[in-house]
């Protein structure tokens, strides 16, 4: 485990770590999976309806 | 505890759709009553002709009322019974017709099989021990084949029947 590293770096100590970090790309991803999954759920309940 | 702009929205919207869809689940379980297909009723696999339903005189399609038809079938490997026709020939085809609700009632004598009416809603387990039921009205017309789609062994590939919906 990483805790068990003695070289570990040391603890982000800045009281916003989030800063300075771009996640647009993790954000886009994360919005893509779930309306990913929203579509195919109705989609299959719309299959489940029509037969 | 600071959140990023993002992290904001895309916690919103998982927590959302959870949100959602426990409250579809608990619509389809409490007010349209969508529960496992064996439910607590239990049968003896031994002796499935003991149960009313699955008698050999009972076996296959019965019209109950009008539009309302009940299909018995006991599954064995491997093969369904459907009971036999006038010829005293297996039945493998039943026919109903369009916007007519079946109920389906199946059990097994030895392992557990699936029941599939494919291009329909009609899927369900059947497990030894249980009898597994569904209602539903067949509202698309045509041929659909009755598969079975839990593997139960050698002889898997072997069962199948055809329910035809006609107009
Ligand atoms: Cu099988």
Known sequence: MATDNPKKRPVQQSGNPHTGINLKGTFISVMLLGVF??????GLYALFLSR | MHLHKYEKIWLTFGLGSLA???VIIGFAAFWKGTHP???IETIDPQN??????????NLG???VAEGKYTVNIVASAFNYDFGTDADGKPVK???VPKGSTVLFQITTKDVVHGFQVAGTNVNMMVEPGHVS?????MKNVGEFTVVCNEYCGI??????????VYE
Do not use: C, N, Y
């Open chain 1, 37 to 42: 999954i929203l579509v195919t759920w109705f």
């Open chain 2, 20 to 22: 959602l869809f426990l």
């Open chain 2, 37 to 39: 297909m064996s439910h």
């Open chain 2, 48 to 57: 499935v002709e003991a149960h009313d339903s699955f008698k050999p005189e």
């Open chain 2, 61 to 63: 399609l019965r019209e």
């Open chain 2, 93 to 95: 085809k039943i026919r």
């Open chain 2, 133 to 137: 039921r569904l209602e539903t009205v």
């Open chain 2, 155 to 164: 002889g898997h590939h072997q069962m199948f029947a055809t329910v035809e």
